[in-house]
């Protein structure tokens, strides 16, 4: 069985660029998280989809970053307009049931030049 | 708000030795969960041991064993007979107890880089 993957694994962007990550969750996982780690910091939480729905957005830093799960499938979160402070890493993460283990995709890094 | 935090940034460790990865956190819930995970380079994070704090024993799994000190919000990882193939980054992780919406994201600490000498 598939784990959850994550393209592209590095990616690296001038300031004011978009930049779109995305994470094909574990087929059948419901439950989709993002974090993101800031280099030296802990991982953070940015939004939880449960199917196709954002049942928690409250770690999104602001309005430039857009997360979209069409069809409960597969997620793609987008920086628009890129800015320094988003280096770092973003992880996807996926379950069966929110009570239930979380598996985690490889990450991507995000450089912002 | 939890927080989760640990202090040892890098641990170092010979083969076939014992280390212990240290873990604090503060939440003012009586039930939840802890974790540990383990990042390789360049690899997908997975779950090494998971502790429900219900519980008053100690999780084990195979050479990780966890020390769960629930008054002191103590959650420390030990790896008994360490192997080149532990060397990771390891992160501790809290989850609050199920019930209400998204109680099934984790709030990490800082991680802690594992080195293992041969």
């Known amino acids: 069985e598939a784990g959850v993957t994550q393209f592209p694994s590095h990616s690296v962007i001038e300031k004011g660029q978009t930049v779109t990550l995305r994470c094909d969750p574990i087929s059948g996982h419901d439950n989709l998280y993002w974090y993101r780690r800031v280099m030296g910091k802990e991982i953070k939480f940015l939004l939880h989809f449960v199917k196709e729905s954002k049942q928690d957005e409250s770690g999104m830093p602001n309005n430039r970053f857009l997360a979209e799960r069409t069809g409960g499938t597969y997620s793609t979160l987008k920086v628009q307009p890129a800015e320094l402070e988003d280096s770092g890493v973003y992880f996807c993460?996926?379950?069966?049931?929110?009570?239930?283990?979380?598996?985690f995709g490889q990450g991507t890094r995000l450089t912002v030049v | 708000a939890q927080t989760v935090t640990q202090s040892q940034p890098e641990m170092s460790v010979q083969e076939a030795e014992t280390v212990t990865l240290s873990c604090t956190y503060d939440?003012?819930?009586?039930?939840?969960?802890l974790f540990w995970y383990k990042q390789p380079p360049s690899r997908q994070m997975i779950l090494v041991i998971r502790?429900?704090?219900?519980?008053?024993q100690n999780a084990t799994e195979n050479r990780f064993s966890v020390n769960f000190q629930k008054a002191a919000k103590s959650f420390s990882l030990k790896i008994s007979d360490s192997q080149l193939g532990d060397a990771a980054m390891y992160f501790c992780a809290y989850r609050r107890p199920a019930g209400g919406t998204s109680y099934g994201k984790l709030t990490f600490g800082q991680g802690t880089i594992l080195t293992v000498h041969p």
């Open positions: 993460a996926s379950s069966p049931r929110q009570i239930a283990e979380a598996f």
């Open positions: 502790q429900e704090a219900y519980k008053q």
């Open positions: 939440t003012s819930e009586s039930d939840y969960y």
